[in-house]
């Protein structure tokens, strides 16, 4: 949800760089390479943006959105390449730190993603996504009651995420809390009857139920998260 919310900013921004009048003190990118961004042509895109940073290096819009392509062509490792350029050139917008922990999350660094969605926040705080996001690599460290009070306080802004109350599911019923696990999934069956995770992580419970106490150690349940389905 989150990364296609990203996906849409910067599809957005893109396109409104072609159509807007700009002042020299904007922060803008080339509207010719922009134009294969906002048509998700992202290996055009690639091309266009190299070629933009080759005449022009300090470029850290170019540089993001460049790294923003090649992490939707799946190449990761220049995806964080490209946004580490921009942050040093010093690039402070929230979509780039939403994108940039994504990348460091499904990288494996979570505690990089959550400094990134913590500056996400910092610059736009009635957004939902970098809560929702932070409160996923927060549950990725371990760090459960962080990440309770970030996925709620996601929810507190838009409420109608199933991604988000999905996981404010999962943490619960990773603090062992399976009873509000089982009320948060069975109302987002209701409300979401498509919605798989949610279905999934109940057959979990019911499953769990005929044990005598809950399982620990190598039995431990695998709840279904959103990232698992995450499209990029």
Not at 25 to 50: K, N, P, W
Request: proline residues 6%; aromatic residues 8%; charged residues 20%.
């Amino acid at each position: 949800m989150a990364r296609i919310a990203a996906v849409l900013a910067v599809i957005i921004a893109a396109a409104i760089a072609l159509t807007t009048p700009v002042r020299a003190t904007d922060l803008v990118c080339d509207s010719t390479a922009d134009y294969y961004l906002g048509r998700e042509d992202y290996t055009g895109a690639i091309a266009a943006h190299r070629r933009v940073l080759a005449t022009n290096p300090g470029d850290a819009l170019a540089h993001y959105h460049l790294g923003f392509a090649y992490g939707m062509t799946g190449h990761r490792r220049a995806e964080l390449s490209e946004y580490s350029k921009a942050a040093a050139l010093g690039l402070r917008q929230w979509d780039f730190e939403l994108n940039f922990g994504r990348a460091e999350l499904e990288s494996g660094d979570p505690a990089a993603a959550a400094g990134a969605f913590q500056q996400a926040i910092a610059l736009a705080p009635q957004r939902p996504e970098g809560y929702y996001n932070l409160g996923l690599a927060d549950e990725c460290r371990g760090m459960l009651q962080q990440a309770l009070a970030a996925m709620t306080a996601s929810l507190a802004l838009e409420p109608n995420q199933p991604d988000a109350r999905n996981m404010l599911g999962v943490i619960y019923a990773e603090q062992g809390d399976y009873a509000r696990a089982r009320k948060v999934w069975t109302r987002l069956v209701r409300t979401s009857p498509e919605y798989a995770p949610a279905r999934e992580n109940l057959a979990v419970l019911e499953r769990m139920a005929s044990p005598p106490k809950a399982p620990v150690g190598h039995d431990r349940p695998q709840f279904r998260t959103a990232m698992a389905g995450d499209a990029r």
